[in-house]
């Protein structure tokens, strides 16, 4: 588990961009998603990261971190990355993360 970066202030970097289709499986990502660079995940790559409450498609953000989606059948963390003082609820992240999050269980992480 990554609990480590709750409340850090974090760069991410987007490979998908709010608009962008995923290159596998065809959906649309619905919010901004990428990684932090230089880390790595349970799965070997970088650690990956959605952000949320920005309504554009932008190429990096930096944000804190508030929250993990911890995946209990999956070996790879999300963390949820906004701007300093926005937040949203467990439900809202289900919500707006469920595009992809639908085909894992998991659990949130404050």
Known sequence: MNR?????????????PLGTTHPKHGFVY???YGY????????????DAYVLGEHKPLDT?????VAIIH???DNDDKLVVMTKGRNYTDDQIRALTEF???YFESIILR
């Open 4 to 16: 480590k970066y709750l409340g850090q202030t974090v760069l991410v970097k987007m490979d998908r």
């Open 30 to 32: 619905p919010v901004n």
């Open 36 to 47: 932090i660079p230089g880390t790595i995940s349970g799965d070997g790559e970088e650690l």
């Open 61 to 65: 953000f930096e944000g804190v971190v």
């Open 71 to 73: 995946r209990t059948n």
């Open 100 to 102: 992809q999050e639908q």
